[in-house]
């Protein structure tokens, strides 16, 4: 069964809080530490998961023409310029605002925006040794993928199957290999190999 707006707006919510209080507690020089997307820190993170409050559609438009319609190229611009212009404190400070903000990305609706949360949460939390988030809230990431978005991080599942051993979800066909769902959510996303 598919969960209503409702579960997936608290689930949202509850994550965007753990987020926050994390973030809260994390000396300063944790702001400085690598995170899973490759040549970020943690605080250009933060910017990233941010900017989506901070933007207005024309200027999301305007930023996107301006990297020749590259997704990826305009996050990478936007995260770094915003981490120079903004200090760690008023980062954090957009996080905490907006913790019920009803933002969602084009096309991927309220299962997407937590997706965003999820996975750029474990970009942060994982290096730095910090929780993750409930099994159940991760499941509900993993029941939303398929095909496009799997292709959009480059995995294959062709002969793998990925089971969770910590909630009842399963990806692919094919030999089975079980994981906790997070694993599986590093996996898919593309922050770790396949096993």
Same mark, same amino acid.
């Given at each position: 069964?598919?969960?209503?707006? @409702?579960e ?6 509850? #994550?965007r #809080?753990?987020? /926050?209080?994390? %973030?809260?507690? !994390?000396?300063?020089?944790? $702001?400085? *530490?690598?995170? !899973? ?5 943690v ?6 998961? /941010? ?6 559609l024309?200027?999301?438009? =305007?930023g996107l023409?301006a @990297?020749r319609?590259?997704? &990826? ?5 936007? =995260? ?8 760690d404190? @008023?980062?954090l400070?957009?996080?905490? #605002?907006?913790v019920?903000? #009803? $933002?969602?990305?084009p +096309?991927?609706?309220?299962?997407? =925006? !937590? *997706?965003? &949360?999820?996975i ?8 730095? +040794? %910090?929780?993750?988030p409930p099994?159940e ?13 799997l292709?959009?991080f480059?995995?294959?599942?062709t002969g ?16 089975p ?7 599986i959510? !590093?996996?898919?996303? +593309?922050?770790?190999?396949?096993p």
């Amino acid at each position: 069964m598919s969960p209503t707006d @409702a579960e997936l707006k608290q689930h949202i919510h509850a #994550e965007r #809080e753990r987020l /926050t209080c994390l %973030l809260t507690e !994390l000396p300063a020089q944790g $702001w400085d *530490s690598p995170s !899973l997307c490759a040549g970020w820190r943690v605080r250009e993170v933060v910017a990233h998961m /941010t900017a989506p409050f901070r933007t207005s559609l024309p200027r999301f438009v =305007a930023g996107l023409a301006a @990297a020749r319609f590259s997704f &990826d190229r305009y996050a990478d611009r936007t =995260a770094r310029k915003d981490t120079t212009r903004m200090p760690d404190a @008023a980062l954090l400070a957009c996080l905490r #605002e907006n913790v019920t903000n #009803e $933002w969602r990305p084009p +096309g991927g609706g309220l299962a997407g =925006a !937590l *997706s965003h &949360d999820i996975i750029h949460g474990l970009d942060m939390t994982e290096p730095l +040794g %910090l929780p993750a988030p409930p099994a159940e809230r991760v499941a509900l990431v993993l029941a939303s993928a398929n095909d496009r978005s799997l292709s959009y991080f480059g995995v294959d599942l062709t002969g793998v199957r990925l089971r969770g051993t910590d909630a009842d979800i399963a990806l692919g066909t094919g030999e089975p290999v079980e994981m906790p769902v997070k694993d599986i959510l !590093l996996t898919i996303s +593309g922050r770790r190999p396949l096993p």
